[in-house]
C-alpha cells in the first residue's frame, strides 16, 4: 500500500480535536506550557505544518503508523520537533531517502539527531527558495544540480560496472 495520496495532515487535525476533546490532565497542562502534545497543536494547521506531517506520513508509512512521540512533539508555526522510534535507510526500507528527497520537494530543512536511547529527534523547519542560508533550502532539482558540480563523473565515490569477469561471478 501506498500512502503517498493519502491526507496525513486530515488525520493529524482530527486527532488534535479528540484529543481536545478531552480534559487535559496536569502533565496535558504542564507539556502545553512548554509547546508539547496534543494540546499545544493548533487547531488547523497551516501549509507548512501540512507538509510536515506529510513527509513525516509518507516516511512513516500512514501518519497512523509513524514511529511518533505524540505527547513530546513541539509544536510552532515554523517548525515541528518529535522523537522517532526506528532508523532510517537509503534502499530496502529506503526511509531516509524519502525523508531527504521529500524534504527538498518541500522546501524543509529535516535534522536528524540524537534523542535517547532508541530514540532518533526528527525536526522540520521551514525554508524558501530565497534568502540566507538560514532561510531558504534548495528544491530536489536544485539540489542535485549542486551536486553535479561538485562530483564530477570520474569521482572516486561514484560507482562504475565491474569489468565483464567481475559482473559474471556475481550473477553465478
Known amino acids: ?5 493519502m491526507d496525513h495532515a486530515g488525520w493529524v487535525e482530527s486527532n488534535i480535536a479528540a484529543s481536545k476533546r478531552q480534559k487535559p490532565t496536569a502533565s496535558d497542562r504542564r507539556k502545553a506550557a512548554d509547546r508539547k502534545g496534543w494540546y499545544a497543536a493548533p487547531d488547523q494547521l497551516n ?4 507538509r510536515a506531517f506529510t513527509i513525516l506520513g509518507i516516511v512513516g508509512g500512514g501518519i ?3 514511529p511518533i512521540g505524540w505527547d513530546g512533539l513541539v509544536w510552532a508555526p515554523r517548525y515541528i520537533i518529535c522523537s522517532w522510534r526506528k532508523g532510517f535507510g537509503t534502499f530496502d526500507f529506503s526511509d531516509l531517502t524519502r525523508f531527504v528527497f521529500l524534504c527538498h520537494e518541500a522546501r524543509i530543512r529535516g535534522h ?3 534523542s535517547g536511547p532508541g530514540l532518533l529527534e526528527v525536526a522540520l ?3 524558501v527558495s530565497l534568502g540566507d542560508m538560514s532561510l531558504r533550502h534548495p528544491s530536489l532539482d536544485e539540489a542535485i ?3 553535479r558540480t561538485s562530483f ?4 572516486s565515490v561514484i560507482y562504475s ?5 567481475l559482473a559474471a561471478l556475481t550473477t553465478g
Open 47 to 50: 501549509p507548512f505544518q501540512r
Open 112 to 114: 536528524i539527531g540524537p
Open 125 to 127: 523547519h521551514e525554508r
Open 145 to 147: 544540480a549542486e551536486w
Open 64 to 66: 497512523y503508523n509513524a
Open 161 to 165: 560496472d565491474p569489468v565483464p569477469e
Open 1 to 5: 500500500m501506498s500512502y503517498i495520496n
Open 152 to 155: 564530477p563523473v570520474n569521482h
